[in-house]
Structures are given as C-alpha cells and as structure tokens.
C-alpha cells in the first residue's frame, strides 16, 4: 500500500460531530486512524496486519452504551489474537477478554460481526485476563 493510499484510508467524507456525545465507530492501525470507516476500510486494515504492514488493527465503538466498545487484534503468519475489551460502564470494566489461534477468516468474521452489529460473537467463550 503507497502513502497516497494510507492516507486516502485515514480520510472521511463525514462531517466532524462531537465526539463527546455522538456515536461513533473508529478504526485504528499503526499508521493512525480513521473515526468513520467503512467495512472496506476494516478489511483493508485486518489485509495489512495479515501481511505484516502493520502491528494492530482495533475497532472501536464510542458513545453506543455497548457491553464491548473495542476489539482488536495483533498477530503474523496468519495466526491472530482478538482482544475484546468492555465499556467503562460496563460490569465487566477492566477485564480482557481474548480468543488465540485465530485464522485470518474467522478474525475477519468477527471484526464484520462487530462492524455490522456492534456486538462480539461468543464473547462468553473467550478466556479472560
């Protein structure tokens, strides 16, 4: 991926809003972050961690009263780790709750399943730190 194109990723069309009250879903790699992307924009990013151009990739729902606001993942050679991290307001504050071994499939299931319904598939059975 060139320059041009990170930085066409890390641009939006969307107007800013305040981010202290309004909802909103942010992506973020190492290269920096995008606070409205688009499914494209996930794919996009979880291809650059798959392929080593980047550490993490997190994805991030802000001011939507979740359970879980943040996954994300870190990983190489085509096993990843997700981490889904609960809400300040949730009963679960603080915890970590992660799924290893992952492929690159089933991390881009979940990082959709997230995107689409602001949800974790199966959070119940990840193990927790």
């Known amino acids: ?11 939006s069309d969307q107007p ?13 790699i190492d290269q920096g972050h995008n606070d409205y992307p688009t499914i494209d924009d996930v794919f996009q990013a979880l291809e650059m961690l798959q392929q080593g151009q980047t550490d993490f990739v997190s994805l991030a729902h802000f001011n939507y009263d979740l359970e879980i606001d943040v996954i994300q ?47 974790v598939a199966g959070v119940e059975t990840f193990e927790e730190r």
């Open 1 to 11: 991926m060139s320059l041009f194109n990170l930085r066409k990723f890390f641009q």
């Open 16 to 28: 800013v809003e305040d981010k202290e009250e309004q909802p909103y879903t942010c992506l973020t």
């Open 73 to 119: 993942a870190i990983g190489e050679l085509d096993t990843f780790v997700m981490e889904a991290l609960p809400s300040e307001e949730s009963e679960d504050k603080g915890k970590i709750f992660y799924k290893d071994h992952l492929d690159r499939y089933s991390l881009e299931y979940y990082f959709q399943d997230f995107f689409e319904s602001q949800r």
